[in-house]
């Protein structure tokens, strides 16, 4: 097994406009990238779920709902 440790916030960042494009609100994507632990895996999977749920869903909408709960917490991170 290899062991992935968290990615460096700007990486982070990088990984998180690649998936999602353009990002509007920086402090907001910097919040986002923050809450998940700068994890690779789990980055792509919040932006994943974001674009699945367009345009009900955004990163402001995904992180408040991350923060809402544990048990959201959990649901928003199993997403394929």
Not at 51 to 61: I, L, T, V
Request: no cysteine; net charge negative.
């Amino acid at each position: 097994m290899i062991e992935i440790g968290p990615m460096a916030q700007t990486d982070a960042l990088a990984l998180l406009e690649k998936k999602l494009g353009s990002l509007s609100d920086t402090d907001m994507a910097v919040d986002l990238v923050r809450a998940l632990d700068l994890v690779p895996l789990a980055i792509s999977q919040a932006a994943a779920y974001i674009q699945a749920r367009a345009p009900r869903s955004s990163p402001e909408k995904y992180l408040a709902e991350f923060r809402e709960s544990e048990r959201n917490r959990s649901k928003l991170l199993q997403y394929d």
